[in-house]
């Protein structure tokens, strides 16, 4: 799909996200319903389990090659053996996820509260490091104690000291692992609302923008039928056929953001054609054949307003022939509509009206700065009305 479609077109799938981010709005874990909540504090549990698995490998793994590198022999047992000190992991791992569970409901505001409970979190977990593996020991009784175990009281003062301040820092590293994650998910939610948000509100303002054309081409056309009522009811009654296809038109083109842009030189042709009815001998029309234009598609009713200026404003102030043109040329990256009138009097008295100011805004919903709309008299004699965006080859 084209580029510029596509940025239109992203957004569509961020409505289920944005809704999930109203509930994740509190934190991941303090959402309305079960099933949010699963969904937004799954990634949490998996990293803290890969984490968990990894300090249990680091620390098996480190004692070994610290046991070994003291007592080449394995003979005076320094530290509990694998299994023992895996099975401790095992014990301590759903203590770790309660306490993180806890200090994320906790959460750190304000911190003259928070502090001293994540404190408390964190010293009741690592306190129960030492207990947890002389359980564990006292289940695989087959292995011998370790050395430092069996030193009297003193000794166990000692190894519960290390052993709170080792996975202290433990749990601080796991804390700090789920805090940064909570936080990357509450920035993700909140960008994934801010974009649903955006788009919704474009959609609005699209919509009002469309609402507030319809009802002023509606108006000028009721007024040009009115015109011929009293002196040629035949070409009223005919005009007013015309009007109901146009309607027809104007209210199908209305309810969507894009149309081809046949479709749309379809609709102004329609349009140019009730306007040279009331002015058959004033109004002259150059228009491009379907053939040549290009198959692409373009913001729906965005030539309307600049063919309605061209009448407008090149049959006021004189009693002249207007020809009103129309060109089309595309390349790869830009696509180029001109609509070009004869003018009498002085071109430059014409102003940007409610059509160009809606065309306007239009385009910079779309399509932000790279569109652009240039209207003004030309060397020619001639008012010129140029309009250039991306060509989107695809339509939404």
């Known amino acids: 799909m084209n580029t510029v479609s596509g940025e239109r077109l992203r957004y569509a799938w961020t409505a289920p996200a944005a809704a999930r981010s109203a509930d994740a709005a509190n934190g991941p874990l303090s959402t309305d319903t079960p099933s949010g909540t ?36 394995d003979v005076n047992h320094y530290f509990s053996d694998w299994d023992v000190r895996v099975l401790q992991h095992l014990f301590l791992y759903p203590i770790l996820v309660g306490a993180i569970w806890a200090s994320l409901r906790v959460g750190w505001k304000p911190l003259w509260r928070a502090v001293p409970l994540q404190l408390l979190l964190a010293i009741a977990f ?18 011998e ?12 003062l000692n190894d519960w000291i290390a052993s709170t301040t080792s996975f202290l820092l433990t749990y601080g590293f796991a804390l700090a692992l789920t805090t940064g994650l909570q936080l990357y998910q509450r920035y993700r939610d909140s960008e994934l609302k801010l974009t649903t948000l955006e788009r919704a509100w474009c959609g609005a303002r699209l919509e009002a ?29 005919s005009m007013i056929v015309q009007l109901g296809d146009l309607l027809r038109r104007l209210l199908d083109a209305g309810g969507r953001d894009f149309c081809r842009l046949t479709e749309e030189m379809q609709f102004v042709h329609l349009y ?42 090149g049959l006021a102030g ?4 207007v020809t009103i043109c129309i060109e089309v040329s595309s390349t790869a990256d830009c696509l180029v509509l001109t609509v070009r009138n004869t003018t009498g009097g002085n071109p430059s008295e014409h102003c940007d009206g409610i059509g160009l100011r809606n065309v306007r805004e239009r385009l910079a919903v779309h399509f932000g700065e790279q569109a652009q709309l240039q209207s003004g008299p030309s060397a020619t004699h001639e008012w010129l009305t140029t309009l250039r965006m991306p060509p989107i080859h695809e339509g939404p």
């Not at 690592?126 to 292995?143: D, K, N, Q, V």
């Not at 104690?145 to 166990?156: F, L, Q, T, Y």
């Not at 009802?215 to 015109?227: E, V």
């Open 38 to 73: 699963r969904a937004a504090s799954w990634p949490l549990w998996v990293v803290l389990t890969l984490f968990w698995i990894y300090v249990t490998l680091s620390n098996v793994l480190y004692t070994r090659s610290l046991s070994l590198a003291l007592d080449p022999h």
């Open 126 to 143: 690592a306190s129960l490091a030492m207990p947890s593996i002389r359980i564990a020991g006292e289940l695989f009784a087959t292995h």
């Open 145 to 156: 104690p370790p050395d430092n175990v069996m030193s009297g009281h003193k000794g166990i």
């Open 209 to 237: 923008l469309r609402m507030q054309l319809s009802p002023h081409t509606l108006f000028n056309l009721l007024h040009a039928i009115r015109g011929q009522i009293g002196w040629d009811p035949t070409a009223a009654q």
């Open 272 to 313: 140019l054609e009730l306007q040279q009815q009331r002015f058959a001998d004033r109004l002259r029309l150059a228009l491009p054949e379907a053939a040549q234009m290009p198959a692409v598609w373009v913001p729906s009713l965005i030539l309307q307003p600049l063919v309605e200026n061209a009448v407008v404003h």
């Open 318 to 321: 004189h009693t002249g022939v």
